[in-house]
């Protein structure tokens, strides 16, 4: 019992999302397709996998110990 005033609230609210229509910022778009200024995280350089040893890493203080 008690499961058709959910039911219901759950289809009007969908019906809600299928048939609205959302306000679409368009210059934002057209910034954005448009090729303005790169996003700022593309002028970073790639970082290099190498490992220095310089880093503490957390992990050594629970690895076995070798000897």
């Given at each position: 019992?008690?499961?058709?005033?959910?039911?219901?609230?759950?289809?009007?609210?969908?019906?809600?999302?299928?048939?609205?229509?959302?306000?679409?910022?368009?210059?934002?778009?057209?910034?954005?397709?448009?090729?303005?200024?790169?996003?700022?995280?593309?002028?970073?350089?790639?970082?290099?996998?190498?490992?220095?040893?310089?880093?503490?890493?957390?992990?050594?203080?629970?690895?076995p110990?070798?000897?």
């Amino acid at each position: 019992m008690g499961r058709g005033r959910q039911k219901a609230k759950q289809t009007k609210v969908a019906r809600e999302l299928k048939y609205s229509t959302p306000n679409t910022d368009l210059t934002a778009l057209q910034r954005e397709l448009g090729g303005a200024a790169p996003p700022v995280w593309a002028n970073r350089e790639p970082s290099s996998d190498k490992d220095d040893g310089d880093e503490y890493d957390p992990y050594d203080d629970w690895a076995p110990r070798t000897r």
